[in-house]
């Protein structure tokens, strides 16, 4: 028999996320506990739409007792933990009822806790895992201030690892710094370690707050410290040496994060993320039959379990794609397609590789029929991905394939500002100059592209030798009103416009470290590269003497080089080393020189 279930959960001002997280929920439980600690927006009005049970808590800068007050008011036999900014997983509802029919009084039943970090919910992923579920009125509790941890004082308990996964947004950027979490964590932390300095837990969650702010130095000094006295048996042992490996790497201290990796490996053998780590360090090393050998050790060791899971993908997708980047690099295409293709069926959501794929068939010189059609078969829902389609193709300069699956995605449905600029940089790139002006005719200004997509139809009203109307469009333009940045394009377009018409220029920056105006007068240059427009592109070169970035020479031979200009590549990065000493890793290639 089914047993119920009680939502326990203490939120602050979750109006964004709490309506996510309840939708997700609101079938699988039997009542929801919702603990206030002072909102002030529309928390308690949401919980209450959802039928929440709402009490009120004043905060105190502890967790565990804000969580202790949620499981009093529980009155169900078994209870659910969940966190504001969560989401349980639609798909394994059904494991969830499944499990619910068969709970063991002495057990307590940890979910995987999907973690998102970085910008945007994507494949960057940590995995931990969490209890989520115990019973009712049998002795449970909550310890510590802040990343508090389950106990049971009454009665010997279990842990059980579920495949049951809850996602949480909680460490995206945006959330982090919306409600600064960080500034707040930090000195909860650092007060309990006054108190109690033995304790490394703390120091290790400090670390972790220092880290995700990009302080490596300061997170690496409290992991250390939590380090101390290494127990291998605690909980989060694994994840400190893991950490301390991400710390050293992120600070170029490669020599360190190997040997915690040897140290982790000794306790931990089957630890996948290690090796990965380890992989990445020697790919970023150019050592690449080293980095070979630990992504295939990941393959072979597949996805870690229990405390060691940790970083999504490692024994799996992701080992797989640096493996085809590593034969991209090594220009093994024949490999690199396969590990595209295992990358792919092991993920099938991750469309990365697709990019190398179609580099490859271009390299192979495929056919544009069959490049077309091979491409395709990776796809199922048309019209919805024919973006996806052109952008591979634009991304390896099929500017007018790539045009074809827009306008097939046009003709089909409505198409985002997005998509409609992508097809003014697809037209402009194809030689096709009227019908890229005629297109920008119905671009308004609430257009959030509206100033780049101007800039691009001055291109093409220049091109096309109708100075005239290109001034009219730069004069259209109050420079005053325009964003920074946009203000440097804009002056860039004009000194281009001046070059072309042979008009006096002037200098844009004497500032060597000013690299804004650069990126704007490469497009251009390279533009009318593509587009076989060599005399204004000889006068366009002109614009690199109006700025002292010394990289500009190094910038000029990448490009030569990407449109297969290769002696007039080799010669500008000549140039480059000669007169401002500046040279890369890219550029010794172009020259087939092995090391610097």
């Given at each position: 028999m089914a047993h119920e279930i009680s939502l326990c959960m203490i939120v602050k001002n979750e109006e964004e996320n709490l309506p996510r997280c309840l939708e997700s929920v609101k079938d699988i439980v039997d009542e929801m506990i919702i603990v206030d600690t002072g909102s002030s927006d529309k928390t308690v009005?949401?919980?209450?739409?959802?039928g929440a049970k709402i009490y009120y808590f004043e905060w105190c800068n502890d967790f565990s007792t804000a969580r202790n007050e949620s499981l009093k008011y529980a009155t169900k036999d078994w209870i659910f933990i969940m966190d504001a900014d969560?989401?349980?997983?639609?798909?394994?509802?059904?494991?969830?009822?499944?499990?619910?029919?068969?709970?063991?009084?002495?057990?307590?039943?940890?979910?995987?806790?999907?973690?998102?970090?970085?910008?945007?919910?994507?494949?960057?992923?940590?995995?931990?895992?969490?209890?989520?579920?115990?019973?009712?009125?049998?002795?449970?509790?909550?310890?510590?201030?802040?990343?508090?941890?389950?106990?049971?004082?009454?009665?010997?308990?279990?842990?059980?690892?579920?495949?049951?996964?809850?996602?949480?947004?909680?460490?995206?950027?945006?959330?982090?710094?919306?409600?600064?979490?960080?500034?707040?964590?930090?000195?909860?932390?650092?007060?309990?370690?006054?108190?109690?300095?033995?304790?490394?837990?703390?120091?290790?969650?400090?670390?972790?707050?220092?880290?995700?702010?990009?302080?490596?130095?300061?997170?690496?000094?409290?992991?250390?410290?939590?380090?101390?006295?290494?127990?291998?048996?605690?909980?989060?042992?694994?994840?400190?040496?893991?950490?301390?490996?991400?710390?050293?790497?992120?600070?170029?201290?490669?020599?360190?994060?190997f040997e915690f990796i040897d140290i982790g490996l000794k306790y931990y053998p089957k630890f996948t993320d290690l090796y990965y780590l380890k992989g990445s360090m020697l790919a970023a090393q150019?050592?690449?039959?080293?980095?070979?050998?630990?992504?295939?050790?990941?393959?072979?060791?597949?996805?870690?379990?229990?405390?060691?899971?940790?970083?999504?993908?490692?024994g799996g997708f992701k080992a797989s794609y640096e493996l085809a980047q590593i034969y991209m690099k090594l220009k093994d295409?024949?490999?690199?397609?396969?590990?595209?293709?295992?990358?792919?069926?092991?993920?099938?959501?991750?469309?990365?590789?697709?990019?190398?794929?179609?580099?490859?068939?271009?390299?192979?010189?495929?056919?544009?029929?069959?490049?077309?059609?091979?491409?395709?078969?990776?796809?199922?829902?048309?019209?919805?991905?024919?973006?996806?389609?052109?952008?591979?193709?634009?991304?390896?300069?099929?500017?007018?394939?790539?045009?074809?699956y827009i306008n097939k995605c046009e003709i089909e449905t409505d198409i985002s500002e997005e998509l409609k600029f992508f097809k003014i940089k697809c037209l402009i790139r194809s030689s096709?100059?009227?019908?890229?002006?005629?297109?920008?005719?119905?671009?308004?200004?609430?257009?959030?592209?509206?100033?780049?997509?101007?800039?691009?139809?001055?291109?093409?009203?220049?091109?096309?030798?109708?100075?005239?109307?290109a001034l009219k469009v730069i004069n259209g333009f109050n420079e005053n009103k325009l964003l920074e940045y946009n203000k440097k394009v804009f002056e860039v377009y004009i000194q281009f416009f001046n070059l072309i018409s042979d008009n006096k220029t002037s200098i844009l920056s004497e500032d060597e470290s000013e690299i804004d105006y650069t990126s704007t007068m490469f497009e251009i240059c390279e533009i009318l590269l593509i587009n076989k427009e060599f005399e204004k592109f000889e006068k366009a070169l002109n614009l690199l003497n109006l700025v002292s970035d010394k990289s500009v020479l190094l910038q000029l031979g990448k490009l030569y080089n990407k449109?297969?200009?290769?002696?007039?590549?080799?010669?500008?990065?000549?140039?480059?080393?000669?007169?401002?000493?500046?040279?890369?890793?890219?550029?010794?290639?172009?020259?087939k020189i092995d090391s610097i």
């Open positions: 009005e949401i919980a209450k739409n959802y969560d989401e349980f997983c639609k798909d394994d509802k059904e494991k969830f009822k499944m499990l619910v029919k068969n709970l063991d009084d002495d057990t307590v039943y940890f979910f995987e806790t999907m973690c998102y970090f970085g910008v945007l919910s994507s494949n960057n992923m940590t995995i931990n895992l969490n209890p989520r579920l115990f019973k009712n009125n049998y002795g449970y509790c909550y310890e510590g201030v802040i990343h508090n941890q389950l106990i049971n004082k009454e009665h010997p308990i279990r842990g059980k690892e579920e495949p049951i996964k809850i996602y949480h947004y909680g460490y995206l950027d945006e959330s982090l710094i919306s409600k600064n979490k960080n500034k707040r964590n930090i000195a909860i932390l650092e007060e309990q370690i006054k108190k109690n300095p033995q304790d490394k837990f703390n120091y290790f969650n400090l670390a972790n707050e220092y880290s995700s702010i990009g302080n490596e130095e300061k997170a690496l000094e409290n992991y250390y410290k939590a380090y101390e006295e290494f127990d291998e048996t605690t909980g989060f042992a694994p994840k400190l040496i893991e950490r301390i490996v991400m710390s050293n790497y992120s600070l170029g201290y490669y020599n360190k994060a150019d050592r690449p039959t080293l980095a070979i050998k630990a992504f295939e050790k990941c393959m072979e060791i597949g996805e870690a379990s229990g405390i060691l899971k940790s970083i999504y993908g490692t295409y024949d490999t690199a397609y396969d590990y595209c293709v295992q990358t792919i069926r092991l993920k099938p959501d991750y469309l990365v590789p697709l990019y190398n794929i179609a580099h490859i068939l271009k390299e192979k010189q495929t056919p544009l029929e069959e490049f077309k059609k091979s491409i395709e078969n990776f796809f199922t829902d048309f019209p919805r991905e024919y973006s996806i389609v052109a952008d591979l193709f634009y991304m390896e300069g099929y500017y007018e394939t790539a045009l074809e096709k100059f009227d019908e890229c002006i005629e297109y920008t005719k119905n671009i308004y200004q609430d257009n959030v592209y509206y100033f780049q997509i101007m800039m691009y139809r001055i291109m093409c009203l220049i091109v096309m030798n109708k100075y005239e109307l449109h297969g200009y290769v002696d007039m590549a080799k010669k500008e990065i000549i140039r480059s080393i000669k007169l401002f000493d500046v040279i890369d890793r890219e550029a010794l290639d172009i020259l």
